[in-house]
């Protein structure tokens, strides 16, 4: 595998289809990087030590820990959600969210982000969503590009939008497959022989199209469910987005980090009395370029 110059990123397909870690692992693993980060070096040692970390783990861990406030003056967390944008190669702004909740959160509020970049420009913006965040792709434009904004819905909004655009998925499409399979819609011509997988896709897909003409397909609405309900933990994704209405922007200049050779903008609920700050509910949200 080599990489592809020219090209937006994309998840491979057997990757995209991991159900990633559930709720309460994020909520833990974003707690322990909160307090982490605001410990002493000694007492960041005394935790990892009782935690069975040897050194050389505590030290890479203090590390990591010192890199990420470096970049982005922030550290992603239980409380703190970053959200971080800078250029790629192809001079396309990149726009990231870091947020240790997994991908059953963030892959809802992937799609409502898709379709907010599709109704805003025009275009697709390649947003894939793993376990540590949602990165999204938005064209160079003499515009100031979106920060924090991007990612902000109303609850019942979200919702609505994750269940109109659910049904265009690429995981829409892998559960319709499995769905019609159990429910021997995918016959095979040898019984005694395994079906080889991209037939199975081929096949799902043409009854898929076809199925799209019955909204109350009893397979389709059996697949809607478990998206919505099984593989996406939209309950917890409906609380992330909500904005207030007092939010407040402050933009200072823009700085390169030795991370990156662009300029970046990093948003977070705390930061520097010189950054650029949204103040929202919870989590707190502001901008720091």
Not at 33 to 43: D, L, Y
Not at 98 to 110: L, N
Not at 113 to 135: T, W
Not at 243 to 257: D, G, K, N
Request: include cysteine; hydrophobic fraction near 35%; aromatic fraction near 8%.
């Amino acid at each position: 595998m080599t990489p592809a110059f020219g090209e937006p990123a994309r998840l491979p397909f057997w990757k995209g289809e991991a159900v990633g870690r559930p709720y309460e692992l994020g909520e833990a693993i974003g707690a322990f990087v909160r307090e982490a980060s605001a410990a002493t070096p000694a007492g960041l040692r005394k935790r990892t030590d009782a935690l069975g970390l040897d050194r050389q783990a505590s030290d890479n861990l203090a590390a990591f820990l010192t890199d990420q406030k470096q970049a982005t003056g922030q550290v992603p967390s239980d409380r703190t959600l970053l959200v971080e944008r800078f250029r790629d190669e192809l001079g396309d702004w990149r726009v990231v969210l870091h947020s240790p909740y997994g991908r059953r959160v963030h892959a809802p509020w992937a799609l409502a982000v898709a379709a907010r970049i599709v109704e805003r420009f025009g275009i697709d913006g390649s947003v894939v969503a793993n376990d540590d965040g949602i990165v999204a792709r938005i064209p160079d434009t003499e515009t100031e590009p979106p920060g924090a904004d991007l990612f902000v819905f109303e609850a019942d909004e979200l919702e609505k939008i994750v269940t109109q655009e659910v049904g265009g998925s690429a995981l829409f499409a892998s559960r319709f497959r499995e769905c019609a399979a159990r429910a021997l819609l995918l016959p095979r011509r040898n019984p005694g022989s395994r079906a080889p997988l991209w037939q199975q896709r081929q096949r799902s897909a043409q009854l898929l199209d076809v199925a799209r003409n019955y909204p109350t397909f009893p397979i389709l609405l059996e697949t809607a469910r478990e998206c919505l309900q099984d593989v996406y933990d939209l309950r917890r994704s409906r609380r992330w987005p909500a904005a207030s209405p007092r939010a407040r922007c402050r933009s200072p200049r823009s700085r390169p980090t030795r991370h990156h050779r662009s300029p970046r903008t990093c948003c977070s609920a705390t930061s520097p009395p010189s950054s650029t700050r949204a103040t929202l509910p919870w989590p707190n949200v502001a901008r720091r370029h």
